[in-house]
């Protein structure tokens, strides 16, 4: 009888999603809630939780070092999305002529850096960008007269060690999605144009550009949310969440010394609370300015 | 020379360059494992080769000394490949139950998959380590796998590949008599097959490098992965730089040479997501 009713075609696929409702319950909604209702309590691990109402959203929004997280998280997230994505566009469209020799090889070099974990590549960087005269960007300046300089110690040179390191390791990521989405355009398109006497930079900005547009907005929209949620590339550049007055913290590296440093937790949800509205309201509008809840044509 | 021959050299010269510029840190890892690990404390990462200060020392160390460095390795391969073997089959499965079936709630469920894709799974690392506390499951392997075993990324990618398989195929199987559970272990799976692959490549990656979530949850030395422990190397009392750069340099390794054998399907797992449905 059981069996009878599992082996229906109207029960089969609620069997075959089961697992994802599950994990979806258990580990999604139920955490979301629980951290929603967290951020209007004061909660120690292990302890009877107490009803603060909204006192944790009215602390945070007064808190200098919470906003010197938000400052620097959105200072990262619009640093990365100025680099990583018209220059991997430009190198994708490069590297997509046919005439180009190598384009198998440089397409793999660019790739290696994402291979390496956060840990290693953050490391690396950290050794790179070491305040020593002999380390290797000192060395690389002093070849050209300048002094050495202490980059993790200073807001703007904490900057661009931060964003060295993402271009390095996404710059050959977001070429990949450029390649795959200039796959999608037949090359009548460039013959038809040539045939008009297009030029290549007409051809760029009349073709290529709107027809790669899904895949800018797939780009834009993960680098807003890597941006924005972005954590252990600062904790392995400073080697743990402190920096020298706060410049590398982060709202998850907030969140982190809040939740799980000071056992903080109805705090930093509240932290998390606003991470997701940020991340949510900015990525909305942007998908909805670039139309992409309008009604395909 | 003609002028499209210039334009070409110019680009060749001008990614070859690009190309060293990336290659760099790997080449300063490289000779840096075989610098005394006081060098690097002296003069940080450079690109200095010098024949003479060059030792076996951090690779003798690294393979006879006293540490955890090959448990960290091996329990990041046990690990990887638990964790991948499981959400692959989790993930094609309901991956099927979306594709191949009409059921009410269906469009529901798929928004709720679609929204876990833009919901930062940072916000979720204080409940679901209170989740995990209570559940008494700190410090298991478990409290890393389960989260991401119906993984979203995943099961969007298989269901995109099911819906070019004809749908006549499951009709067929119902009229030999198949049952519904019989024709996707036997008819599609199969199919899947080589969907799998990118898959597998994908979630590889990410489950060796993961590093926070396992970091947060795993608590004794004997179960660190090998991100967590060559974080461990790093302390505020002192950088055990010498099995550090090692250690590092031997944990790309694996993956590298998987990406050499499989490039193909590194770059198919990691541009699915891309390519409009």
Redesign the interface.
Known sequence: MIKKFL?S??V??????L??????VV??V???A??FE?SFQKVT??QEADWVGVDNYTKLMGDSIFLKSVYNSAIYMILTLIVLIPFPML?AV??N?K????RG?????????????????G???R??F???????I???LGFFGVEPMKFLKGQVTGYIALLSLAT?RW???NM??F???LK?IPDEYYEAASIDGASAFQKFTRITMPLLK??TI??LT?SI?AG??M??ESM?LW??NNSPKNIGLTI?GY??RQ??EKNN?GY??AV??V??VI??VI?LTQLSFSGMFKKED | MKKENVIRTMLFIFFIILSFLILLPFYAVAIAAFKPGEDLIRYGLNLRFDLSVMTFDNFNYLFTGSHAYFSWFYNSIVLTVVQVALTLIVSATVAYGFAAYEFRGKNLLFICVLLIMMVPFEILLLPLYTLTFNLGLMNSYSAIILPGIANAATIFFFRQYLRGVPKEIILAGRVDGASEYGIYARLILPIMKPSFAAMAILNGMNSWNNFLWPFMVLSSDKKYTLPIGLKTLLTPYGNNYDLLIVGSFFSILPIFILFLVFQKYFIDGMTAGAVKG
Request: charged share 5%; proline share 5%.
């Open positions: 082996y075609q109207k089969a696929p609620y069997v075959f999603v697992p994802f409702i599950i994990i979806f580990f999604w139920y955490p979301l629980n951290s967290m691990l292990g190198f490069l590297i002529n005439f180009m020799w190598g090889f440089f397409k793999s070099t660019f790739f290696f850096p994402a291979l390496t974990s956060v840990v290693v590549a490391t690396i960087f050794l790179m070491g305040e020593m005269e002999g380390s290797m000192n060395n690389i390095w710059t050959g990521v990949l999605y390649l795959s989405g999608n899904p895949t797939y780009v993960i949310y924005l949620s954590f252990i392995m080697n743990g998850v969140l982190y939740g799980i937790l930093a949800a998390g609370i991470l997701l991340t949510m990525n």
